[in-house]
Structure formats: structure tokens, C-alpha cells
């Protein structure tokens, strides 16, 4: 068996990692990761928030996997025909890979942020993406928020990430100088006069994306105090079962933030049940940006928000959209509808609906960008016995080449 | 003809020092940083006691079959203590309470034998898989005598959990 592995992260070092238990040790085979970065990890070295350094405590199972001189990783590598962002990329066609490995696992994750139709990109509403690009110091390098110049930062989505870029934010430098921030990250973060992080989702505390951990470590911050919430936000409706976290949720922001809101310099706020509808930035008129929210409510039958048509403006200085991620559009076998790579039972579909023999995905790029580690961790492990059991079903011969099936979906080969 | 894997090794912290005085009248020095290393809870692995003297645990799979009784010592935690005994439980980030892989399962006999877990535990229990009502993170539970013969489930794992799950 020769695998290559597209995709150097946490995915594809756990697919490695379960396949040098599952395969026999006597045999010799060889997996080959390649990766568009120089450095392995993925999200775990770009992703992670620097103030999470126990997270990456599971690169020490990857080094372990790396050990076994049957694995190799080729980094600087862009396997396909995409352009990489980045100039000093090796370009290496999707065809290579095909004819000289007998198996192919696709670990390429959701590297593209989902923009909002109402807010595109300028100078007054970014990414979180690049915000986390930025404190984590990735290779596409973009330039530092103007953080001497913000008072009040609008983060749009109620997942972790935006958990995460709010905890950045108003956590003290000194505190964050522990950790591994790049220097250059620490010099901005010092010169900081963000004094108020506001985070909008269009829905309700029972339907947000984030987790405990995140959410506590935002109520418990030292330098900062939230905006109480009205108690009817945190009324569930009536006859709903909630699961263990949504109650747990409820509990937490119904006792407020371990600092009283109004004691402290730095204070945050959700701003539930608002959704973006424009965005007007500074003007002669004005110096500040002013977000329009359509007021919300959750539909019960569609579990959707819905406008009620009631709006309201906020005065912000910097709108950063945290709104979930998606795959590459022109790789290889992406679904469009989907927003990641076609996969059934971890083997990749074409466009026609053919299932590919020996070739495989794994991880976000295969079920869309949801999920920790330890999901990542399941899945990865979950393909890694499809290939082995694949595998021995045709008696362990790997003469067969993965055929790259016809029509790979985008321009392509 | 091929190196096994290597087990663990440990990782101590390290001081990072700039290597040149590298002196121009444009550049200013180097600030000194440590480098930031998270404490590896496990060591090699944890001492075996001699045969008949531990506190006896049984490992079960998720359909409730035995998978190896083994024995371990006041104080050891049942992540460590599977490690020591090749028995397959994860532990993505080692004992820090940052994952959720180590979900054991437990009859409830014994679960309430436990002081009860704290926020961080159960913030990480949220999103275990199969969470049951006897569920504890296995790094977090340290044998005592009041467990001798305790069985621990280990949680099934499903193809579909990476889709239906959050």
C-alpha cells in the first residue's frame, strides 16, 4: 500500500497514526502526507488559540506516528491545479499523486471563510479567519487589525472561533505574554484600545454554536464584564427538551459574568436574535461604521430566524465575521451544495455519482467544517479501518491504481 | 528493517536562548522568551503492582464484553492506567481536561462513590460521545481501594457520530 495523504493536519495524522495499528507491522507500506504549509499540524498550529496550548498536547501522537519511517511528509507542497495563496508553493498535479499511490486520502479541511451577503470584505469588516491567521502568525501573513484605532468590535457568529477572537481581544497582554503569541502580535495587542466586544447571532443562547469551556472562559475573565442578559432570552420554550449543554448554557449566563458588568474598563455583550442587513462605513458624515440589525426570532417549525422587520443601528469601529467555513470551490470531487468534498462511507462520490476505488476523505474536508479534535480524532479512525478493510477484501494486493473517475468537478487536469 | 514507534517522551520546559549577539544599531536585541511547553502528565508508564496486591479494574467494550482485567494503584487514573495496559482509550490531550476522548463509562454503584466532577470535567463532558448519566472523564477518576473490581465501559464509537454531532 503507497497512501498519500493530501492535507498534513490533525485529520491526516490520525488516519496515519490508526493505520500503522490497524496494518500489519510486517508490511511494507508507505503514507505520504503533503501539505501546502511547511510545517505539519494544520489548525492545531494555525487554528488553536494560543491561550489553549493543552489542545495541542495531541501533537505529540502525531510526532509518535511520524517516528515510523514508513511516513513521510512533504511540506510546501500544492498538490492540484489551484492556485495556492501562497508564492513559494511546489506545484505537484493531482495526476502525479494518482499514478504513483495506490491509495489517496483527501484531508484538505475547510479553509475558506462564509462571508455574509450584506457585509463584504473592506477595511472596516474582516474575517475572523484573518484575525486568527494573524495572532497565530500563519505563512498568508495578513496585516494586524488596527487595534490602536477600534473602541467597539462587532463579531458577527456565535460559535468558538468568535469566542476565541472576543478572549484575544479582552484578555490582558500580560496575561496572554505567557503563552506562545508572537512578539509581533503581543507589540499590537499592547497598544490595544478595544474597550467593548460586541458578538451578534441571529438566533438564541439554546441555538448558538459555542461551547461551555469557550463560554466560560468569557464569563470568567478578569479584565472584562458582560452585558446582563434579559431574563426572558433565557427562558426556554415551553415543552422543549434541552440537552445536558443548552441548560448548562442557560445557567451560566443567567449568573453573569465573574465580574460585575459596569466594574470593569472592558466589558462584552451577546447580542442575540440580531442579524446583519448593511453596513455603512465612516463617511465625511461620519467617523465611525454604522451596522444595521434586523431584529430576529426563531421559527419553531423551521428551527430558522426570521425577520420581524424591527431594525436597529450600532455605532462600531470594526465588524469581524465569524460565520463558519467551507471547502476550496475549484478542488477536486467539492460539492458546491455541500461546501465540501463529496464522500459516502469515507470514499469519495464524482459529479457523476461514482464511488472511486482507493480514494478517500477525511475530516472537515469530507463532512464540512464541524467538530473538535475529538471528532476530527473518530472520523479519522473511522476512515483509516475503511481503508484497511477495503484493502484486505482484494487480499491485500496494492497493484490496483486509484482511477482519478472522469469528471473531478471545477476547472480541472 | 523498520524502527518501531517510539512511546512517549517526555518534553521539559526550555529556556530559548538567542543564539548571536547579533548587534546592529537598527535592530533591537532579541527579547528573552521561554518557550511555552505544556506539562506532560504521563510519564513511560505507571508501576505495575505485583499481581493479587492492586485495586483489580475491568475493562469492557461498549457491547459489554470483557476486554482485559488489569491492576493498578491507589492514585492512578484510569487513563493512565489503560495506557500502562495497551487497552484503546484516547487521551487527545493528556490528562488536561481540553478533550473529551478519555469518556469512560461507569456502574453507577461506583460513580457515586466519586466526588463529584468539576465545571471543567463537565464542560468537556458536554460533548462526549454517548454521554450517559455514570459518565466521568477517565483522566480525571484516581483509584482508591473503594474501586477494587470497579468495571469501566468504554463507549461505543459510530461511523455517523461525526456527521449527526455538533
Known amino acids: 500500500m503507497k497512501l498519500a495523504i493530501i492535507g498534513g493536519g490533525p485529520s491526516a495524522f490520525y488516519v496515519a497514526s490508526r493505520l500503522h495499528k490497524l496494518l500489519p507491522q510486517t508490511l511494507d507500506y508507505r503514507i505520504h502526507l503533503f501539505d501546502r504549509l511547511w510545517s505539519p499540524h494544520g489548525l492545531v498550529r494555525y487554528g488553536v488559540a494560543p491561550d489553549h496550548p493543552e489542545v495541542k498536547n495531541c501533537t505529540h501522537k502525531f510526532d509518535e506516528a511520524a517516528l515510523d519511517r514508513r511516513l513521510r511528509f512533504f511540506g510546501n507542497v500544492n498538490v492540484g491545479d489551484n492556485p495556492s495563496p501562497l508564492q513559494h508553493t511546489v506545484k505537484l498535479p493531482l495526476s502525479s499523486i494518482f499514478s504513483n499511490y495506490s491509495h489517496v486520502v483527501f484531508a484538505t479541511g475547510c479553509t475558506l471563510p462564509k462571508r455574509h451577503s450584506e457585509l463584504p470584505p473592506s477595511a472596516s469588516c474582516i474575517s475572523a479567519l484573518s484575525m486568527v491567521h494573524w495572532y497565530t502568525q500563519h505563512p498568508n501573513a495578513p496585516s494586524p487589525p488596527p487595534l490602536d484605532k477600534l473602541s467597539h468590535v462587532s463579531l458577527i457568529g456565535n460559535g468558538n472561533v468568535s469566542l476565541d477572537v472576543a478572549r484575544m481581544l479582552l484578555t490582558n497582554v500580560d496575561v496572554l505574554r505567557k503563552y506562545d503569541v508572537p512578539e509581533r502580535v503581543l507589540d499590537v495587542l499592547a497598544e490595544s484600545t478595544v474597550k467593548h466586544v460586541s458578538i451578534v447571532g441571529r438566533r438564541g443562547p439554546l441555538e448558538a454554536a459555542f461551547t461551555m469551556k469557550e463560554l466560560r472562559e468569557m464569563i470568567n475573565l478578569p479584565d472584562a464584564s458582560m452585558v446582563p442578559l434579559a431574563p426572558e432570552l433565557l427562558q426556554p420554550s415551553e415543552g422543549v427538551p434541552l440537552t445536558r449543554q443548552q441548560t448548562r448554557v442557560l445557567q451560566l449566563l443567567s449568573k453573569g459574568s465573574k465580574n460585575t458588568f459596569g466594574t470593569t474598563a472592558k466589558t462584552w455583550s451577546l447580542d442575540f436574535y440580531r442579524s446583519p442587513a448593511g453596513l455603512m462605513v465612516p463617511s465625511s458624515e461620519n467617523t465611525r461604521s454604522q451596522l444595521s440589525l434586523a431584529h430576529t426570532v426563531v421559527d419553531p417549525a423551521t428551527q430558522r430566524a426570521v425577520p420581524t422587520g424591527e431594525t436597529s443601528t450600532v455605532a462600531t469601529d470594526l465588524v469581524v465575521t465569524s460565520l463558519g467555513f467551507h471547502g476550496e470551490p475549484t478542488a477536486p470531487y467539492f460539492d458546491p451544495g455541500l461546501g465540501h468534498l463529496r464522500t459516502l462511507s469515507n470514499r469519495i462520490v464524482t459529479n457523476a455519482g461514482t464511488t472511486l476505488r482507493n480514494v478517500y476523505g477525511s475530516g472537515w474536508a469530507s463532512a464540512g467544517a464541524h467538530g473538535v479534535l475529538a471528532a476530527t480524532m473518530m472520523n479519522a479512525y473511522d476512515v483509516a479501518e475503511t481503508i484497511v478493510n477495503d484493502h484486505m477484501k482484494h487480499g491485500g494486493r496494492d497493484e490496483s491504481r486509484p482511477v482519478a473517475g472522469g469528471d473531478t468537478g471545477g476547472a480541472q487536469n | ?166
Open chain 2, 1 to 166: 528493517m523498520f524502527t518501531t514507534p517510539a512511546r512517549l517522551f517526555l518534553r521539559s520546559l526550555k529556556t530559548l536562548r538567542p543564539t548571536a549577539a547579533f548587534r546592529s544599531a537598527n535592530l533591537a536585541p532579541c527579547a528573552r522568551r521561554t518557550m511555552h511547553s505544556s506539562m506532560v502528565r504521563y510519564h513511560a508508564g505507571i508501576e505495575r503492582p505485583a499481581p493479587g496486591t492492586g485495586i483489580k479494574i475491568h475493562f469492557n467494550d461498549s457491547k459489554g464484553t470483557l476486554i482485559k482485567t488489569v491492576e493498578a494503584n491507589e492514585g492512578d487514573d484510569i487513563l493512565a492506567v489503560a495506557h500502562e495496559y495497551d487497552i484503546d482509550l484516547e487521551g487527545a490531550c493528556e490528562g488536561s481536561v481540553a478533550c473529551s476522548t478519555c469518556h469512560v463509562i461507569l456502574p453507577e454503584d461506583k460513580y457515586d462513590l466519586l466526588p463529584e466532577p468539576e465545571d471543567d470535567e463537565n464542560d468537556m463532558l458536554d460533548m462526549a460521545f454517548g454521554l450517559t448519566d455514570t459518565s466521568r472523564l477517565g483522566c480525571q477518576v484516581k483509584l482508591t481501594k473503594a474501586l477494587d473490581g470497579m468495571v469501566v465501559t468504554l463507549p461505543a464509537a459510530t461511523r455517523n457520530m461525526f456527521v449527526d454531532g455538533a
